[in-house]
């Protein structure tokens, strides 16, 4: 399984900006499809995740009611809109498939950058 991410950039506080992940090839252990964050000099950690099947999504605390995660199956393809952006949402941002939303991952993609200036 491979995973494209796309969509990162450079917005203003308060902008917004989508993300995109492509999955290829096929693992009946994916059921669900998750994005991370890094930003510079902290851990990686868990932002939005939407399950194929039914598409039950959650979410980190801090994203909660501006980013929305959403799916199209049969593109295979996740989405991740971003609004009320503020600098600390600046981060690498990393598409990931697994068993299950959030927590351990088996597939990753390369990442995007998303960078919010103030």
């Known amino acids: 399984v491979q995973l494209q991410a796309s969509g990162g950039g450079l917005v203003q506080a308060g902008g917004s900006l989508g993300l995109s992940c492509v999955a290829s090839?096929?693992?009946?252990?994916?059921?669900?499809m998750n994005w991370f964050r890094q930003a510079p000099g902290k851990e990686r950690e868990f932002v939005a995740g939407i399950t194929w099947s039914v598409g039950s999504t959650y979410y980190e605390d801090s994203v909660k009611g501006r980013f929305s995660i959403s799916r199209d199956n049969a593109k295979n393809t996740v989405y991740l809109q971003m609004n009320s952006l503020k600098p600390e949402d600046t981060a690498v941002y990393y598409c990931a498939a697994g068993s299950r939303l959030g927590g351990s991952q088996l597939y990753w993609g390369r990442g995007t950058q998303v960078t919010v200036s103030s």
């Open positions: 090839g096929r693992s009946f252990s994916i059921h669900a």
